[in-house]
C-alpha cells in the first residue's frame, strides 16, 4: 500500500474529502497524517480557518472584531500551531 503525497492530502483536506470520502480513503489519509507532521499542521490550520468562518457567519460582528480575527488568524498561520 503506497501513502498519498503531502499534495493530495492537502487537496483532501480543502476540498472536505477528509471527512466525506470513502471509508478506504479516510483510513489511508489518516495513515498519511500519523506519519506526516506537517500535514497535521494544515488539517489544524484548516480547521481553525473554518470554525472562525462559522463563527463570523453566525453572528454580526462589529469590524473591529473583524479586524482582531484577521490579526489572531494570520498569527496563528504564522506560528505554525
Known amino acids: 500500500m503506497i501513502l498519498p503525497s ?4 492537502a487537496l483532501s483536506l480543502s476540498t ?3 471527512d466525506d ?3 478506504w480513503n479516510r483510513f489511508v489519509l489518516r495513515l498519511h ?11 489544524r490550520q484548516i480547521e481553525f480557518v473554518h470554525r472562525g468562518m462559522r463563527e463570523t457567519s453566525s453572528a454580526k460582528i462589529a469590524p473591529r472584531q473583524t479586524d482582531d480575527f484577521q ?3 494570520l498569527e496563528r498561520l504564522n ?3
Open 33 to 43: 497524517m500519523i506519519a506526516c507532521y506537517i500535514c497535521r499542521c494544515y488539517k
Open 79 to 81: 506560528s505554525g500551531k
Open 6 to 9: 503531502c499534495r493530495d492530502v
Open 71 to 73: 490579526k489572531r488568524l
Open 21 to 23: 470520502g470513502s471509508r
Open 16 to 18: 472536505g474529502e477528509y
